[in-house]
């Protein structure tokens, strides 16, 4: 690994190397310029270093002689990266920890032997023209930060407001460090730095005791093989039954109702085969000679007057017969009914 080109010679192989070409290939130039990966055509080793080449010419990477068009006023044109999350304070969208921006960096004050250095920038969060601040179509919402050497920080003057994020450690299951109050309790109470301790060791144990199962978790897990083919295996299995369900429903056909059905289960078969259907084939009978009487002629020839006695006989007889079947069935349902 090769930390800085100290030979020219080393300097000019690289640069024509094939490997150089591939580690920069999907950077764009304003971010290899950035990171000095950018060799300028009219560089030559016999010139010196590349910093100081560059620092001739009045600009150290992308920026150019943009970057120093405004040294007479003591403001230097920089790269900024924001420190921590912040919220802007017109489109309030929130800006993440590490996004960059071109920024005026400018002496304001000193702490002691410390500089304070001023960053102003622009918001570049896309947004309507009613909320933007020059009615483009990015936010521009001017930023102002300052370097805070007292509290070794940030102070936010302008345009934003840092996002406060608090966690409990007990919830994050990290390690809780004793402040100096709870320190000089236990240090003046025994009584108190008893229960601490003891707490302490009681957690300790259950770490521990945590640590093993999941140590042996991963131990059971370590064959890799046969929990893929156990998976793999149960997924066959689901994926037949759902073919098998499939097919079963496109062999039933279109649904007959126009709510869902539940399925089938054993209850409901004992049930349904514990019905008896009784057919009542007295009303059979009577619908059959009814509709035998409507279907005949109305008019029809008379028979000789021993025919026509022998008929009438046989009606009567019938209706007898009818009657006492009928008194027969009365006397049945009021005895078992």
């Known amino acids: 690994k090769i930390s800085r080109l100290k030979s020219h010679r080393l300097v000019l192989l690289l640069v024509e190397s094939p490997l150089v070409n591939m580690c920069t290939k999907d950077i764009s130039l304003k971010a290899a310029c950035a990171d000095t990966f950018y060799y300028p055509q009219e560089w030559d080793p016999s010139r010196g270093s590349l910093d100081s080449f560059q620092q001739k010419k009045g600009f150290e990477h992308y920026f150019g002689k943009q970057r120093t068009k405004n040294l007479h006023k003591g403001i230097l044109q920089i790269r900024f990266e924001m420190p921590f999350k912040v919220q802007c304070l017109r ?17 304001v004050g000193m702490y002691f032997s410390t500089p304070i250095y001023e960053f102003a920038m622009h918001c570049r969060v896309g947004t309507s023209h009613e909320k933007s601040a020059d009615g483009r179509l990015y936010c521009n919402q001017r930023f102002v930060i300052r370097t805070d050497p007292k509290n070794a920080d940030y ?132 619908s059959t000679r009814r509709a035998k009487i409507r279907s005949a002629p109305l008019f029809q020839r008379t028979a000789s007057s021993g025919g026509s006695k022998s008929l009438a006989v046989a009606k009567v007889q019938e209706l007898v017969a009818k009657r006492r079947k009928l008194a027969q069935h009365a006397l049945m349902a009021r005895t078992f009914g």
């Open 91 to 107: 489109c309030e969208e929130f800006i993440g920890q590490g996004s960059r921006y071109d920024a005026d960096k400018k002496k």
């Open 155 to 286: 102070e936010l003057a302008e345009g934003c407001r840092r996002k406060v994020q608090t966690w409990d450690p007990k919830e994050a299951e990290s390690i809780s460090f004793v402040d100096p109050d709870m320190r000089r309790k236990m240090e003046s109470d025994p009584m108190c730095r008893v229960e601490q301790t003891i707490r302490n060791v009681k957690k300790e144990k259950t770490d521990k005791e945590r640590l093993r199962e999941l140590a042996d978790l991963q131990d059971d897990r370590e064959d890799t093989y046969a929990l893929n083919s156990v998976l793999r295996r149960s997924h066959r299995v689901k994926r037949k039954e759902i073919a098998a369900e499939e097919e079963a429903i496109r062999l039933a056909g279109p649904i007959n109702f126009g709510i869902p059905l539940a399925p089938a289960s054993e209850e409901d078969a004992r049930e349904a085969a514990a019905v008896v259907f009784q057919t009542d084939y007295d009303k059979i009978e009577v």
